[in-house]
């Protein structure tokens, strides 16, 4: 299996430091630049709640971390590294400026990866002197814990590139997705945007409100998604006869006039204050730490419980689960390079004593 050597992160931010929690708890080491003086702690935060998970994932014991450094600039940070992903805002103009600097010092077989959630990747390769090496590598939030990247190559990315960062995604435990063709925002984020629009207008409108619309969703379909997608679960919708009688009964619905989504409602100061004051009211005085913690400890469960299903096969996200919490397993049982010359040392000298 293809792995990752040495691996570098460019920004700290929530993608950023989740990138960083996934590759060090894969026992890769890691060297981050991030120019924010909060970085090495929202960073350490992160990793706190990262080792949570997996330690619920692999109770037994976790392989050995790998080393993260907190490097001075791009240049140092990616020097050595086979892996690189970038995460830094969503502005072309910084994407520009940043993947010009990783594309002048990076080793010249280096994958480079981009977490945009949207950017075009031609688009980027712009200011790229090795623009084939680029691709999108788009996850979601946990990164340490949800396995989907989408892998978006450009008009100048290689195939070999795709390949490569295909591999070296599923070898930290990722699920990849290679989409086909380029498009603005991919596929996840086009379906999440989709259900966002809709979902402003229902609060503008004060139909339901924040907390109502996500027991909407948490107590119905959402139950559904995670061990479905959108189409088997409408499949089964349609009876003994399956898709096609689902789409010829509930088809002509798409014609009626349910849906706002063609419209976005604009972010006023009063639409900003009702969702963010229910939000905040939604959350019953819980950190967003604590929150996280809660989402982990939910997704661990949804996973394992999902890894059980299929005759101990394994279901969705649960059979990638059950693969990638064996290998970590037989990596924690592994003695590490470093342990095993220790021992050799410690052999040595008692030879020498005896």
């Given amino acids: 299996m293809a792995r990752i050597r040495k691996a570098a992160a460019i920004g700290g931010g929530v993608i950023g430091a989740g990138w960083v929690a996934r590759l060090l708890l894969n026992g890769i080491d890691v060297s981050i630049f991030d120019p924010d003086p909060e970085a090495e702690r929202k960073v350490s935060e992160v990793m706190k709640n990262a080792r949570r998970a997996y330690k619920a994932m692999l109770p037994d014991g976790l392989p050995r971390e790998g080393k993260l450094a907190f490097a001075g600039s791009i240049a140092e940070a990616v020097a050595g590294a086979d892996f690189i992903q970038e995460s830094v805002p969503e502005r072309l103009d910084l994407k520009h400026k940043v993947l010009a600097e990783i594309d002048a010092h990076a080793a010249a077989d280096a994958i480079i990866g981009s977490s945009t959630s949207g950017i075009l990747p031609s688009e980027m390769q712009t200011a790229m002197n090795h623009p084939e090496r680029l691709v999108v590598g788009h996850p979601f939030n946990p990164v340490y814990l949800l396995p989907l990247v989408e892998i978006v190559g450009g008009q100048q990315t290689s195939g070999e ?62 139950i559904r998604w995670a061990q479905m997608g959108l189409f088997q679960v409408y499949r089964i919708a349609g009876g003994e006869a399956g898709m096609r009688h689902f789409m010829a009964q509930f088809g002509p619905c798409l014609s009626w006039p349910w849906t706002k989504l063609m419209d976005v409602p604009e972010l006023t100061d009063e639409l900003v204050d009702k969702i963010a004051s229910q939000s905040d009211a939604q959350a019953h005085g819980l950190s967003i730490r604590e929150l996280e913690r809660i989402r982990d400890d939910n997704l661990v469960a949804i996973m394992e419980a999902l890894s059980r299903q299929n005759r101990g096969k394994g279901w969705g996200a649960g059979a ?35």
């Fill in 161 to 222: 590139a795709v390949e490569r960062a295909r591999a070296l995604y599923a070898s930290i435990g990722m699920k990849p997705v290679v989409i086909r063709k380029e498009i603005e925002a991919f596929v996840g984020d086009r379906l999440l945007e989709a259900l966002w629009r809709e979902a402003l207008w229902l609060i503008k409108d004060d139909i339901t409100t924040v907390e109502e619309l996500d027991d909407i969703m948490r107590y119905s379909f959402g």
């Fill in 320 to 354: 990638l689960h059950k693969d990638y919490t064996r290998r970590l397993s037989k990596l924690a049982q592994k003695p590490t390079i470093s342990k095993a010359a220790e021992k050799a040392k410690a052999a040595k000298a008692r030879r020498k004593k005896g």
